[in-house]
């Protein structure tokens, strides 16, 4: 099992950059694959961005792609999102996700339902 804990949400202007971080508890961290999934208010939860065990394997959403970088060091058990060029619809709670099933397809890394580990969510909201 593992815990998983976000922080670096905020409040800032278009345009700007936060760094996102989920820490993980436990010590098989590289067993886990990651993802980063968010809510905006009204909205139902969507995929934003995984990566593999390695770090070595990363997908986004196409509507962050260019903008968002997902990356992993299992050494300090934390993967980090960073967002660029951030934007008023990038408003959400960003929510960390963890699995260590098999990955049978790729498909697996965008559904909610191929994560067990959650986060409790750190807001980012974004200005015009």
């Known amino acids: 099992q593992v815990q998983l804990v976000e922080s670096g949400g905020g409040l800032v202007q278009a345009g700007d950059s936060l760094r996102l971080s989920c820490a993980a508890s436990?010590?098989?961290?590289?067993?886990?694959?990651m993802g980063w999934f968010r809510q905006a208010p009204g909205k139902e939860r969507e995929f934003v961005s995984a990566?593999?065990?390695?770090?070595?394997?990363?997908f986004y959403a196409d509507s962050v792609k260019g903008r968002f970088t997902i990356s992993r060091d299992n050494a300090k058990n934390t993967v980090y999102l960073q967002m660029n060029s951030l934007k008023p619809e990038d408003t959400a709670v960003y929510y960390c996700?963890?699995?260590?099933?098999?990955?049978?397809?790729?498909?697996?890394?965008?559904?909610?339902?191929?994560?067990?580990?959650w986060g409790q969510g750190t807001q980012v909201t974004v200005s015009s």
């Open positions: 996700a963890a699995d260590a099933s098999v990955i049978y397809s790729s498909s697996m890394y965008y559904r909610e339902r191929s994560y067990d580990y």
């Open positions: 436990g010590r098989t961290f590289s067993s886990y694959y």
């Open positions: 990566v593999s065990r390695t770090g070595g394997s990363t």
